[in-house]
């Protein structure tokens, strides 16, 4: 699902044959229960405030409208700073369930482009049932070819969580996560990583490192080639064929459900 909507954002300059781009740099903002939350716009070129709107992307559900800059509705909650090249939605007594991806967009004719979205974490995203299982790629002989697939799970959880992946040390970019929404409303979030096969079978040391709010020590589990068995917690994969049969149900699932998300998210300002 996030990836549908990455792919449109892209789309939505290409299409066009603009050169305006909308930068939003802060990937990640922790912030507590009723605070004032601020997250940032930035463009190279010249933004008019009346043609700036801002969506927000709770896990496991479709974009929604929420703002238009130049506008009166709802002004206690939501409000716009504007600058030439800017723009700053600013989300007064912030609550757990405004979690999630805020973007912001601009009108262009009758299209809007929009920015690369900031997650935004509401107070605590640990739960009772929270536990964290790290699936690696099961061993097949002496193969060094192709590409190694790890995946993070992160069940349990009330709204998003920071996850971040280092090799040996060293930071990578940031994977790419899909969500599932349980009946209860708690997320099942899966994080994975693509590395070449000989990157994975040199030996070096993976981590996946997982922040579910901004005050306490993360959650660290690691791995290596070849892994006995997997860094689950609380008590992990009985084997590596489990964890792997796992990691392909899950994978599965969650592609049916990108596949069955067909559509974006309209503007009523733009109908």
């Known amino acids: ?130 536990w964290v299982m790290l699936l690696v790629p099961f061993p097949r002989g002496s193969q060094v070819t192709g590409t190694a697939n790890l995946a993070c799970v992160i069940r349990g959880v009330s709204s998003p969580v920071h996850v971040s992946w280092s090799v040996s040390g060293e930071l990578q970019e940031q994977g790419l996560t899909r969500s599932l929404k349980a009946k209860d409303g708690s997320l099942t979030l899966i994080s994975h990583i693509s590395v070449p096969m000989d990157t994975w079978t ?25 892994a006995a068995s997997s860094t689950a917690h609380p008590s992990g994969c009985a084997s590596q064929r489990v964890c792997y049969a796992v990691a392909m149900f899950l994978g599965v699932l969650l592609v049916s459900l990108s596949l069955a998300w067909s559509h974006c998210c309209s503007n009523p300002e733009l109908s």
């Not at 909507?5 to 009723?34: D, K, M, P």
């Not at 559900?61 to 939605?89: G, M, W």
Request: net charge positive.
């Open 1 to 130: 699902m996030k990836m549908i909507f990455a792919e449109y954002l892209v789309l939505s300059s290409l299409v066009l044959g603009v050169q305006l781009f909308l930068y939003q740099t802060q990937r990640i903002q922790f912030v507590e229960v009723s605070d004032t939350a601020k997250i940032h716009c930035y463009s190279t070129e010249k933004l008019e405030e009346s043609r700036m709107f801002w969506y927000l992307r709770r896990e496991g559900e479709k974009p929604i409208y929420i703002k238009r800059c130049l506008d009166d509705q709802n002004v206690s909650k939501f409000a716009c700073k504007h600058e030439t090249h800017s723009s700053t939605l600013e989300i007064r007594s912030i609550q757990k369930t405004e979690s999630g991806i805020y973007y912001c967009a601009y009108r262009y004719s009758s299209y809007l482009i929009f920015g690369n979205g900031s997650t935004l974490i509401v107070g605590d995203s640990y739960t009772k049932s929270s």
């Open 202 to 226: 040199s030996g070096k040391n993976f981590t996946c490192e997982i922040k579910f709010n901004s005050s306490s020590s993360s959650v660290k589990k690691n791995t290596g080639y070849p």
